[in-house]
């Protein structure tokens, strides 16, 4: 997932954060299913945490990642139900928004990105990420990757090489722009690009045999 160009390189990285009660997202065919879900986020400082390296304690240049995750975990505290996408989404841009502000009202942060790994929300990928990117308290992008995808293909030079197919791991990206398609894949749409991508392979390899 890009990132919009920042004035800092100091970036604070919330990896892999498993979710107590795992998000409500569709799987292939559209149908919302409670599933497990990891969450990693970086955050991007202006204008960068030297001041905080040069007393090494906190201040105000730098965000507490502890207190960031709590943040984030505590999105459960009311209900041990898992959340939907964009209810989530918009739990943790409140998160960051709250964190990323100093005493003084202005932005610790410039950018920051987060990505939501769904390993269960595919029928034929390995994994299915969303990724929001945020300028400050903004969002200005949304995407939808599904890696590992088995496809059925006919790969090789000769015909003889084309005999049957061969399976094939594909990594198909869906980069959104505009507030509709945004809006869109966090009310759950566009799970089911993976299918189509499939049924291509396979219509394919059947012609060319």
């Known amino acids: ?15 892999n954060l498993i979710l107590p009660a795992g998000l409500v997202a569709p799987i292939l065919w559209g149908t919302a299913k409670q599933q497990p879900a990891q969450v990693s986020l970086s955050m991007h400082l202006t204008p960068g945490f030297a001041t905080a390296a040069d007393k090494d304690v906190l201040d105000q240049n730098t965000v507490h990642y502890g207190l960031l995750s709590k943040g984030i975990l505590g999105l459960y505290s009311t209900s041990t139900a898992g959340l939907g996408l964009r209810d989530f ?40 990420r969303l990724g929001i990117v945020c300028e400050g308290e903004q969002r200005v992008g949304v995407s ?66």
């Open 1 to 15: 997932m890009a990132s919009p160009q920042v004035n800092s390189s100091d970036t604070i990285h919330l990896t």
């Open 89 to 128: 989404v918009e739990g943790v841009e409140k998160v960051v928004g709250e964190m990323s502000r100093r005493q003084d009202g202005t932005s610790r942060v410039g950018s920051w990105e987060l990505e939501i790994a769904l390993p269960k929300a595919g029928m034929w990928a390995d994994e299915v």
């Open 144 to 209: 939808l990757k599904w890696l590992g995808i088995k496809c059925r293909v006919l790969i090789g030079v000769n015909d003889i090489e084309r005999t049957r197919p061969q399976p094939v791991d594909v990594d198909l990206t869906l980069q959104c722009s505009g507030e509709g398609q945004e809006e869109a894949v966090l009310a759950g749409k566009g799970f089911s690009c993976e299918g189509a991508l499939v049924e291509v392979s396979v219509v394919g390899a059947r012609t060319m045999i």
